[in-house]
């Protein structure tokens, strides 16, 4: 079984801006509050390509497990570690995140996908962002039925987080909108 969700939202910033501000979301110390699920970020590797400007970059972030406490303790731990494979094309305006854990993966496989683009029917001033997540337990066949119930949990869970990160987000944006203005919030 394998439990996920699509969602779409709209930033009424430029495609320049969200994106800046997604790379900044896990610095601040008031993000850190909010995206108290996010206990680590770290850069694990880098590439400018000089023929098309294309950036790709890898980070390993460390996250408190998502889920029923009960399934933390069946595990035996309370944190997964993860990759985010990005490529950004600031020539086309396009940015794409893929996360995946790397822990963990005997139990659960989760999946999410994130992409950044200028909206279509206001390129110069919206972002579009798309979300894709996908939760998958691998149970015993006689824990069938609790997977699912484990996997609508964790896609809660992971729609709460996304809501969060969404808050962030356009903090961050509303941030740079007023720097760029030479103003101060």
Not at 97 to 120: A, C, G, W
Request: hydrophobic share 35%; glycine share 4%.
């Amino acid at each position: 079984m394998v439990t996920g969700y699509k969602q779409e939202y709209v930033y009424k910033h430029p495609w320049e801006r969200v994106t800046s501000a997604s790379w900044r979301k896990f610095a601040d110390d008031e993000n850190k509050r909010i995206l108290s699920h996010i206990l680590e970020v770290d850069m694990l590797n880098h590439t400018l390509d000089p023929s098309n400007g294309i950036l790709r970059t890898t980070r390993a972030i460390t996250v408190h497990c998502p889920g029923p406490w009960f399934v933390r303790k069946i595990v035996g731990q309370d944190m997964c570690q993860c990759v985010e494979s990005t490529v950004v094309d600031a020539q086309n305006r396009s940015m794409q995140l893929i996360s995946r854990n790397i822990s963990l993966q005997k139990f659960i496989e989760v999946q999410e996908m994130t992409r950044y683009d200028p909206h279509p029917d206001n390129p110069a001033g919206w972002t579009l962002c798309r979300q894709e997540t996908s939760i998958r337990i691998k149970p015993f066949s006689a824990l069938a039925s609790m997977a699912e119930k484990v996997e609508k949990r964790c896609a809660e869970r992971f729609l709460q987080n996304s809501g969060k990160s969404k808050e962030v987000m356009e903090r961050i944006c509303k941030y740079l909108e007023a720097e760029s203005s030479g103003l101060s919030l």
